[in-house]
């Protein structure tokens, strides 16, 4: 199976913050690579896919980019309602693998 | 406005069996694949199973090729999860969601339901 390294697995920041999350796959996985945002008690929540494509009513302050092996997930300007968990998931090859998961959190 | 109801869930002893129900609404459920993900408390996601549109081709994870299967009622707009020989290690909430389109990807995700493995 392909392996999914997210990083870091946490990370504390501030309302107003960049951030930037990567995801390495163990093989090359063209572009097919989601990110989710979760919140405690809910269920994920599409926000990219196809590595850099912003799904249908998300703010333009998330981003994604990369293909390959390497991908990063960017939010510009922390809102508070960011703070949550956020996974990457690679969609090339059977079983969908999800990356570990980074834990956002105010600083 | 599409809409995801998972219901089933409960607790069960090791080696018991299961049977979660997806009802799914707003959208024509006929035409899309329809995933199963679970998430063990305090972990990350695990792709459980999906099911193409038409209930053609089925596909697990390893984890639970052989004991879960996967199936769909499109006379009922429900999808099915049926898990046997329950471990330990199956304790999660389990999430129904609607492919994104072309067997690709979960893009639409019910509210979960959780399965407790226990003695």
């Known amino acids: 199976d392909i392996q999914m390294t997210q990083s870091p697995s946490s990370l504390s920041a501030s309302v107003g913050d960049r951030v930037t999350i990567t995801c390495q796959a163990s093989?090359?996985?063209?572009?097919?690579l989601n990110w989710y945002q979760q919140k405690p008690g809910k269920a994920p929540k599409l926000l990219i896919y196809d590595a850099s494509n912003l799904e249908t009513g998300v703010p333009s302050r998330f981003s994604g980019s990369g293909s390959g092996t390497d991908f990063s997930f960017t939010i510009t300007s922390l809102q508070p309602e960011d703070f949550a968990t956020y996974s990457c998931q690679q969609y090339n090859y059977l079983p969908y693998i999800f990356g570990q998961g980074t834990k956002l959190e105010i600083k | 406005q599409e809409q995801l109801v998972e219901s089933g869930g409960g607790v069960v002893q090791p080696g018991g069996s299961l049977r979660l129900s997806c009802a799914a609404s707003?959208?024509?459920?006929?035409?899309?694949?329809m995933h199963w993900v679970r998430q063990a408390p305090g972990k990350g996601l695990e792709w459980v199973a999906f099911i193409r549109h038409d209930g053609s081709n089925k596909y697990y994870a390893d984890s639970v090729n052989g004991r879960f299967t996967i199936s769909r009622d499109s006379s009922k707009n429900t999808l099915y999860l049926q898990m046997s020989s329950l471990r330990v290690e199956d304790t999660a909430v389990y999430y129904c969601a609607k492919d994104f389109g072309y067997d690709s990807f979960p893009n639409h995700w019910g509210q979960g339901t959780l399965v407790t493995v226990s003695s």
């Open positions: 093989q090359d996985i063209s572009h097919f």
């Open positions: 707003g959208f024509i459920f006929s035409s899309y694949g």
